[in-house]
């Protein structure tokens, strides 16, 4: 899916600093709230939000909320991956999604390995909404790069250097209002006989849309940068 939008600023006004003099008085050594991070750890959304209604500066945060700042960022450079907790979603939203997902792509996949043409899927607009089918794409090849880099045994990737076509299905919709100068105008493409399709994207894109912008926020706070660093490029 493609995760485009534009908000509003969260938060509230800040005291400008230097972001050096930020991190120094957030996150020095002595501030640090643990560096204890041998088990990846459920970042709590909640406590982020709440501190950020009742209108607190970021240097007024308590450590609860720098703690779950701080996971944001140790995860990054740990783990490469986040576990979220966030009080927006529910479940019965993540299931009513998948299920549209799995009733979609059986029956496209019927009708496509079957030789019957699928009006969703839209080469013509290369791909960019609507069904990409298995076989289509295929990352860039970098393995000249990587062996110039003459990284260790320890560090070398685990996939193929040599890309490979991608075995996946994917769908593409645009979330949330187009930003001013996007590249592309090409239409929604919504799928015959889902009449609720346009409702149930939408929903389940919006809400993951809301959580990777309060994680980038979150993301800069634990780096000790200011809170729009990330948000301000999204």
């Not at 479940?91 to 009513?96: F, P, R, S, Y």
Request: aromatic share 10%.
């Amino acid at each position: 899916m493609q995760m485009q939008t534009n908000i509003s600023n969260m938060g509230c006004a800040e005291n400008k600093e230097s972001p050096s003099k930020l991190r120094q008085r957030l996150y020095s050594d002595q501030n640090v709230i643990t560096n204890d991070f041998s088990e990846m750890p459920i970042i709590d959304l909640d406590v982020y939000l709440k501190a950020i209604r009742t209108g607190n500066n970021p240097s007024d945060f308590s450590d609860e909320v720098r703690l779950e700042c701080q996971k944001v960022t140790e995860c990054f450079h740990h783990f490469g991956i986040l576990l979220i907790r966030d009080p927006r979603v529910d479940m019965e939203h993540n299931e009513e999604y998948i299920d549209l997902m799995e009733e979609y792509f059986e029956k496209t996949g019927e009708l496509f390995y079957s030789g019957e043409k699928v009006d969703d899927i839209k080469a013509e607009w290369m791909y960019q909404v609507g069904a990409t089918p298995e076989k289509i794409e295929m990352a860039r090849d970098h393995s000249d790069l990587i062996q110039n880099l003459n990284f260790t045994a320890d560090n070398m990737p685990e996939s193929p250097l040599k890309p490979i076509l991608d075995a996946k299905w994917r769908y593409m919709w645009k979330i949330g209002e187009r930003p001013e100068g996007a590249a592309d105008d090409f239409p929604q493409v919504i799928p015959r006989d889902f009449p609720d399709w346009e409702e149930k994207m939408n929903k389940w894109g919006l809400k993951m849309n809301q959580a990777i912008f309060t994680l980038a926020e979150m993301a800069a706070l634990g780096m000790g940068v200011e809170r729009e660093t990330f948000t301000k490029r999204m």
